[in-house]
């Protein structure tokens, strides 16, 4: 072999090997690129978290008693079992929340009112019930019903107990389906009778009403049931 022929097999053999390390050095920038992507990908593979329902900052549920309830009865509240366990709303809540002209800053006591129960807290549409105390006679209960601006829908009394003298009234209700609620009113009065005994009437009345959220309750059907009992 003459000296040119060696020369030439000494270039082929040192570009080979040039050649080799540049396949090497991709293998090893797409190894180390795979391995970036891999690691890129088991970052972003999170479990995903079930958010809750916003509820709304209008209601404060810290303040109330009961949560969704389907029945409603105050027969058992008499007003120092209320101041007990019951919180009254502000001045300012108690305006914001009944939205009458009747209440004002001015002549509204919070004392008198009690909040009862949440029955819906989201933004879009807020329920709850409130508790109109009077010390001299009634406690009756208000299901309160706001849109998605805090605006008051309807107002509803589904419950009350109280009395005067010796006249005296309860009255409880439930929700028996989305739509209709079934209120129960007894009023009981003692007759004092001119031969010095009394006559005590019973005035039952039982009411079905279609649930509005837009607007007052709607009457559908009442049965009434009278009672008197000689003493």
């Known amino acids: 072999m003459n000296k040119i022929s060696a020369y030439i097999l000494i270039f082929l053999t040192f570009s080979c090997v040039e050649k080799n390390k540049e396949s090497d050095k991709i293998q090893i920038e797409n190894k180390e690129t795979i391995s970036i ?45 209320m101041d007990k366990e019951l919180k009254s709303p502000t001045k300012e809540k108690l305006v914001n929340y009944i939205q009458n002209e009747r209440l004002t800053l001015e002549n509204v006591y919070p004392n ?3 909040y009862f129960s ?11 019930t409130i508790i109109e105390g009077d010390e001299s ?28 003298g010796m006249w005296s009234y309860d009255q409880y209700g439930k929700f028996t389906n989305d739509s209709t609620y079934v209120l129960t009113r007894i009023d009981v009065e003692e007759i004092e009778l001119e031969n ?9 009345i039982i009411t079905n009403y279609r649930f509005h959220k837009n607007k007052s309750f709607e009457k559908l059907t009442e049965q009434k049931f009278n009672k008197v009992e000689k003493n």
């Open 37 to 81: 992507k891999t690691d890129s990908t088991e970052l972003k593979a999170y479990p995903i978290v079930e958010t809750k329902k916003t509820e709304s900052k209008f209601i404060d549920s810290t303040n109330f008693k009961f949560f969704n309830l389907k029945e409603f009865d105050l027969r058992d509240w008499y007003v120092g079992k």
């Open 112 to 114: 008198s009112w009690k």
């Open 118 to 128: 949440i029955q819906k807290n989201e933004e879009l549409e807020k329920i709850i």
């Open 137 to 164: 006679c009634c406690s009756d209960l208000h299901y309160l019903v706001y849109n998605k601006k805090n605006e008051l829908l309807s107002d509803n009394i589904i419950a009350g107990t109280g009395g005067d």
């Open 196 to 204: 010095g005994g009394t006559e005590t009437h019973i005035d039952s």
